[in-house]
């Protein structure tokens, strides 16, 4: 294909690579996205997913909200696919400088990336509200219903809900790793939810590369499209 052998060439010819994705870049880990058609928002719950994750959901039902998010939003068995281990391993080449993700899985660093900027933060901090006691994953998923600190206060896993605003050093490191990229590649986003989406707009180079396995609203900015599934495009270019 064409376009692979394009988008090879600007990676061997690039020492400042910048990445961002979203829930795509983990559906072949097995962790369903939220807009395709088998993804989390085409399936039945008594709430729409968008209410339950929710920062005001959250407060009024804790309950319910535990109760969707330990089903539907952890999968502590998934490991990194093919996609997360090339990004890895182009940092490792000293070629790519960042990993932004929406994604709050925490498979870029189990893949082995080091400078991962998580938009959204992850599932695999959670803090108790009432004296900020840390606990990891484990110990969210160990606790019946609603997971609450030894201290009484209730622990809310350190990821960003709807209504919640993104980390600010996060969001400006991440508009300058872009700002001075050469090559962006923007891969498994719908590139729909704000303010992450609108980080596109920061890069000011030639070279922005969109993966994704259907079209997505930003194809016509872009100057290069790989139409395909990630992990499948990343295998075909990256030696692993
Ligand atoms: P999205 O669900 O809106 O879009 C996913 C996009 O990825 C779609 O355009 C789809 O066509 C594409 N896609 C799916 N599988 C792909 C594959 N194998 N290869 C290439 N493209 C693929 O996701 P989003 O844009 O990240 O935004 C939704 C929000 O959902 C984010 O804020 C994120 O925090 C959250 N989320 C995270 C996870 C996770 O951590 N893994 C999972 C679901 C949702």
């Known amino acids: 294909m064409r376009e692979l052998e394009q988008l090879k060439t600007w990676i061997d010819e690039s020492s400042n690579i910048v990445f961002f994705g979203g829930a795509g870049v983990s559906t072949e880990s097995g962790i369903p996205d939220f807009r395709s058609v088998d993804g989390l928002y085409n399936q039945q719950y008594?709430?729409?997913p968008e209410t339950i994750i929710s920062h005001s959901f959250y407060r009024r039902n804790p309950e319910e909200f535990y109760r969707f998010y330990k089903n539907k939003?952890?999968?502590?068995?998934a490991k990194p696919n093919a996609a997360h281990l090339a990004l890895a391993k182009l940092e490792q080449q000293g070629k790519l400088k960042a990993v932004i993700t929406q994604n709050i899985d925490g498979l870029h660093q189990a893949a082995g990336s080091k400078e991962v900027l998580e938009l959204h933060g992850s599932v695999h901090r959670n803090y108790c509200t009432r004296c900020g006691k840390f606990y990891n994953l484990a110990d969210i998923?160990?606790?019946?219903?609603?997971p609450r600190c030894e201290c009484g206060?209730?622990?809310k896993p350190d990821v960003v809900l709807y209504e919640e605003g993104l980390d600010q050093g996060t969001l400006q490191k991440s508009v300058s790793y872009i700002r001075h990229a050469d090559v962006l590649i923007i891969g498994g986003t719908s590139l729909t939810v704000y303010p992450a989406a609108g980080l596109i707009d920061y890069y000011q180079g030639s070279r922005l590369v969109l993966i994704n396995k259907s079209v997505t609203a930003m194809d016509s900015r872009a100057d290069l499209v790989v139409s395909g599934?990630?992990?499948e495009?990343?295998?075909q270019i990256v030696e692993l």
């Open 229 to 231: 599934k990630i992990g």
């Open 153 to 155: 206060g209730i622990i």
């Open 233 to 235: 495009v990343f295998s």
């Open 141 to 146: 998923m160990g606790m019946d219903g609603v």
């Open 46 to 48: 008594d709430y729409p």
């Open 73 to 77: 939003m952890l999968f502590p068995e």
